[in-house]
């Protein structure tokens, strides 16, 4: 019976170091899928936007931003309108001309228009206007601020000779000689573009043009 006893602690004994080891393992199995699942949970609108701010991470969020469409769109308004942070502001401006939607073009127009804002903010978001434009007539409507905004002079220029290589444009001759007016250094670059509309409208220009 002694012997008996002695069996009976040993098979206890075992059996509490076996059940203590599956316990550890299936604890350290439970860490690892845990620890697995919070590497592969994507990260949140705003854990996105501040990485913006660093160098290494910020067009690889920029990227996961854009493709999240219009749900990021308040996430990015907020930080562009009310951030503290310059670089963040100028991305998520980049990301909400890339997004587009008619609330982004009114809050980029308010933004640009807002002269309590910084300069730079204000060209930022009147660039993002020029992102969003979807004709050569927007585009036109946009050489307006160019005197405000002189940094837009070369995307307007570069978007209207795209837009004017596109089938059915119906810029004229005095439109584009009205954009190399006002931005002097849009003149060689526009040069084919309006001899590729004609004499006709050419001749129009020149009889009617204020």
């Known amino acids: 019976r002694r012997g008996g006893g002695k069996n009976i602690v040993a098979l206890l004994l075992a059996g509490g170091l076996i059940a203590g080891l599956f316990g550890a393992i299936e604890t350290a199995v439970a860490q690892d899928k845990s620890q697995k699942n919070a590497a ?3 990260p949140t609108n705003l854990e996105l936007i501040d990485k913006l701010g660093e160098p290494k991470t910020a067009a690889a969020a920029a990227e996961k931003l854009i493709a999240r469409g ?16 310059m670089v963040l502001r100028g991305w998520a401006i980049v990301c909400l001309s890339e997004i587009g939607g008619k609330d982004v073009e009114k809050r ?12 730079l903010v204000r060209t930022w978001a009147a660039a993002g206007m020029v992102q969003l434009a979807k004709s050569s007539d927007d585009l036109l409507k946009l050489a307006n601020l160019i005197p405000q905004f002189p940094a837009l002079g070369r995307p307007i220029g570069l978007r209207l ?13 005095e439109d584009l000689l009205n954009v190399t007016l006002r931005v002097p250094q849009l003149q060689k670059s526009l040069a084919s573009a309006i001899l590729a ?3 006709g409208s050419l001749i129009s220009a020149l009889v009617t043009a204020k």
């Open 197 to 199: 509309k004609g004499a």
């Open 108 to 119: 980029l127009t308010e933004m640009y228009q807002d002269k309590k804002q910084s300069m």
């Open 161 to 173: 000779v795209a837009e004017l290589g596109e089938k059915g444009n119906d810029a004229t001759a």
């Open 70 to 85: 219009k749900s990021v769109v308040p996430d990015l308004l907020g930080e562009a309108l009310e951030g503290n942070n």
């Open 40 to 42: 592969d949970k994507e």
